[in-house]
């Protein structure tokens, strides 16, 4: 079955500089990867998501890169702020669809 | 708020007692999940369902069982509760399989197991 890795487990950046999360996937048939930001106490919500016709999709500072050959995705955030703070996940289907999450990321932003 | 609501938000039960929780769309969607959020786990899918009736085990099932009678409830039963099963449920709906359509989450229930 699909399984997800997730790295780093925790992630400290000053604000405005960059951060990147990397995930792994070893299903070669996956072919959707959603990100979700999970702020203290609130529900994971969709931030991204990427299908697997195309490298990358970008959304203002937002982005995520797919390089299904090596089966990884990475979420890239540009000019961080405080409010960028939350935990990171990252997704990808089984072969029944349903969707296998990585581990998560805590992001801090340091003001 | 995003057609989906989860009930109780928070339970305190005792070691060997049954907790049902409840998971309530308004969006019509035909797929709904289960999953627990523990740390160092990310989010762990326990149950699904693909139709009314039609539901099916996840990755850690086990001393769960689910319902779903009619389109818009998910019930998550906890059959004799744990101390394990002290987590963070989330329910979560989706329009279509996860190919296509991210899900849409639940506020959640934080159960603690004493």
């Known amino acids: 079955g699909e399984n997800v890795e997730q790295h780093p487990s925790t992630l400290s950046v000053q604000e405005g500089d960059s951060a990147v999360i990397k995930c792994t996937y070893s299903?070669?048939?996956?072919?959707?990867f959603p990100w979700y930001k999970q702020e203290l106490g609130k529900r994971p919500q969709l931030i991204i998501d990427i299908r697997s016709n195309v490298g990358e999709k970008k959304d203002q500072r937002i982005a995520v890169t797919l390089n299904k050959t090596a089966k990884h995705f990475s979420l890239h955030i540009t000019e961080t702020q405080p409010e960028d703070s939350a935990v990171y996940f990252c997704a990808a289907p089984d072969s029944s669809y349903k969707l296998i999450f990585g581990s998560g990321t805590r992001l801090l932003v340091r003001p | 708020d995003a057609g989906i609501t989860q009930s109780p938000r928070h339970k305190v039960t005792e070691t060997g007692t049954p907790v049902t929780l409840r998971c309530h769309q308004t969006e019509n969607h035909r797929y709904m999940y289960w999953y627990r959020q523990d740390p160092g786990h990310g989010l762990r899918l326990i149950h699904y369902s693909y139709g009314v009736k039609d539901t099916d085990k996840g990755e850690v099932s086990d001393g769960y069982s689910v319902s779903r009678s009619k389109t818009e409830d998910f019930l998550l039963t906890l059959e004799s509760a744990t101390s394990s099963q002290t987590s963070v449920y989330f329910c979560a709906i989706s329009e279509s399989t996860g190919y296509n359509y991210g899900y849409t989450f639940g506020s959640g229930t934080r159960l603690t197991v004493v």
């Open positions: 299903d070669s048939a996956s072919n959707y």
